[in-house]
């Protein structure tokens, strides 16, 4: 497996002069805080957290915050954010550190992949940035880098496996603090310089080092993955209905409901998605709140 300590420097410093300054970053983030933009940039872009992860913490700056409230107020708090299973997830999550760790978040990267919604990067992330551990911080802008930096492929496949995170341990310094910079200068460098379509090369400070570059190889013709459908789809529906409970704290008449989305089957299809997934509660015939 390679090791270039080489290029951990050229990260690290590119990444202390180009970084972009995000509040879950700064010195005096907490653990929980991490832990919360996390959840929240999963599948969503920076900008759209920013002032979500701001409103959140505002309003539950611990877990045993959140964990007082009923499940339905984070998922009204999480608000178009989408994909609001992500916001259950979240509360559950925030219960079980009240039960299990006092309220703490842990810095156990066992105890961390323990909790409620929280997979093997989530766990990595937050012992890493938060607890400035020397962990492999996998995701698809880290796996992209790495791919094209050390094996030359213009992409990483669709998931993260152990060979991804066997590869990008290697290239970290053994210093955990200086590891956990690297590991948040390679996420940087992947989502800013070293993008799927349109690799800024010249702006990159590996790219004297790097393979695919090297290779003279052109990347791909058209998207490497195909983007998701949104218009029209279940997903869509499903949006349409959360929005109407969100904006009030009554039951709301199933009446109300289809008057979101013509297509009967599909309406009806959603809904029993959200229900199934606890998102949803049916408290009398056609009456229906988030959970409480």
């Given at each position: ?127 890493a940035f938060a607890y400035r551990q020397r962990h492999p911080v996998v995701d698809t802008n880290v796996r ?149």
């Amino acid at each position: 497996m390679a090791h270039r300590p080489d290029l951990a420097a050229e990260a690290v410093a590119w990444y202390d002069a180009n970084a972009r300054d995000l509040p879950w970053r700064a010195p005096t983030a907490t653990p929980w805080s991490v832990l919360v933009s996390e959840f929240m940039l999963q599948q969503t872009p920076v900008s759209r957290v920013l002032p979500a992860w701001r409103s959140w913490l505002a309003r539950w700056p611990t877990p045993a915050d959140l964990a007082a409230d009923a499940p339905g107020e984070a998922i009204r708090e999480w608000g178009r954010l989408g994909y609001p299973r992500r916001a259950l997830r979240l509360h559950e999550c925030a219960a079980a550190l009240v039960a299990r760790h006092g309220g703490t978040v842990p810095a156990d990267l066992d105890a961390l992949l323990a909790l409620p919604g929280i997979g093997a990067y989530t766990a990595r992330a937050v012992a890493a940035f938060a607890y400035r551990q020397r962990h492999p911080v996998v995701d698809t802008n880290v796996r992209r880098l790495a791919a094209r930096v050390v094996t030359g492929t213009p992409d990483a496949g669709a998931t993260t496996t152990v060979r991804d995170l066997d590869l990008v341990a290697s290239l970290l310094p053994d210093d955990a603090e200086l590891a956990a910079r690297t590991s948040v200068a390679f996420m940087e460098l992947g989502a800013l310089v070293c993008t799927a379509r349109s690799p800024r090369c010249v702006a990159c400070p590996l790219a004297g080092s790097c393979a695919f570059r090297a290779s003279g190889q052109a990347l791909p013709a058209g998207p490497s993955r195909r983007p998701q459908r949104y218009a029209g789809t279940d997903r869509q529906v499903r949006g349409l209905v959360m929005a109407v409970l969100r904006d009030t704290e009554e039951p709301v008449p199933r009446a109300h409901l289809d008057a979101v989305w013509p297509d009967a089957a599909q309406r009806q299809r959603a809904i029993e998605g959200l229900l199934s997934d606890g998102l949803v509660c049916e408290v009398g015939r056609n009456l229906f709140v988030l959970p409480r």
